[in-house]
């Protein structure tokens, strides 16, 4: 009997995928993973604004979204923004900074 295993994703025996090589590791980037993920959850993804108040190790990033969508980004029981801000610390981490996500109208 012949066993075949298949690896998804894996190029050239490595087992993370290369990072692209336009990846600049600065608070832009942070703010950029917030919007594509946030316009992907809501109905209205032309009313997703982000801003950035960045310190010396800690990035605050506040999503505005359309009143109607608060609901969507936020999730039941705060599922999705935890999901969100989990993601996020993950991200800022990688930078060696903390990340903050504030959510409003």
Do not use: Y
């Not at 336009?22 to 801003?51: F, K, R, Y």
């Not at 990035?59 to 923004?81: C, Q, S």
């Not at 996020?88 to 990688?94: E, F, N, P, R, S």
């Amino acid at each position: 009997m012949i066993k075949v295993e298949q690896e998804i994703g894996v190029q050239g025996g490595c087992r993370t995928p290369p990072i692209p090589q336009s990846w600049n590791p600065s608070g832009n980037n942070l703010q950029e993973l917030v919007v594509q993920m946030v316009q992907h959850l809501v109905d209205m993804p032309a009313h997703v604004t982000v801003s950035t108040i960045e310190g010396e190790r800690t990035v605050i990033l506040k999503v505005a979204v359309f009143p109607g969508d608060v609901g969507k980004v936020i999730g039941k029981k705060g599922r999705i923004a935890e999901a969100l801000r989990t993601i996020l610390g993950a991200a800022a981490g990688k930078q060696g900074k903390r990340a903050l996500l504030e959510i409003s109208e």
